[in-house]
């Protein structure tokens, strides 16, 4: 099994349509947690307006099942029409400095 894999996913709503997005991304977050790799799965505002997921998956081999699954494609329909562009999606690996708690999410 490979190393944890934390990611992050911007959407940048259309104008007017911010609650509507936060609402459907809602909706599949506690699902999401009942996922087999599932750390941490957030959303959070970013002062650009956009809405920033923070995600943390114990395995690449979790995430790929994750991303593969119905939870996603659920809420991957719910935000048609809500968005500007496609999600960006961002892997990151840790880097790990300082303790291992404090180095890495």
């Keep these: 099994m490979s190393e944890a894999v934390v990611v992050t996913v911007t959407f940048r709503p ?43 998956w114990s395995s690449s081999e979790d995430l790929e099942a994750h991303g593969a699954g119905d939870i996603v494609a659920r809420m991957n329909a719910t935000l048609v029409g809500l968005l500007e562009s496609a999600p960006e999606i961002t892997l990151l690996s840790p880097i790990p400095a300082g303790s291992s708690y404090q180095g890495q999410l």
Excluded: F, Q
């Design 14 to 56: 259309v104008e007017g349509a911010r609650d509507e997005l936060v609402k459907a991304l809602s909706v599949g977050i506690a699902e999401v947690h009942t996922e087999t790799g599932c750390e941490l799965y957030a959303i959070h505002d970013a002062p650009d307006g956009t809405i920033i997921m923070l995600e943390k």
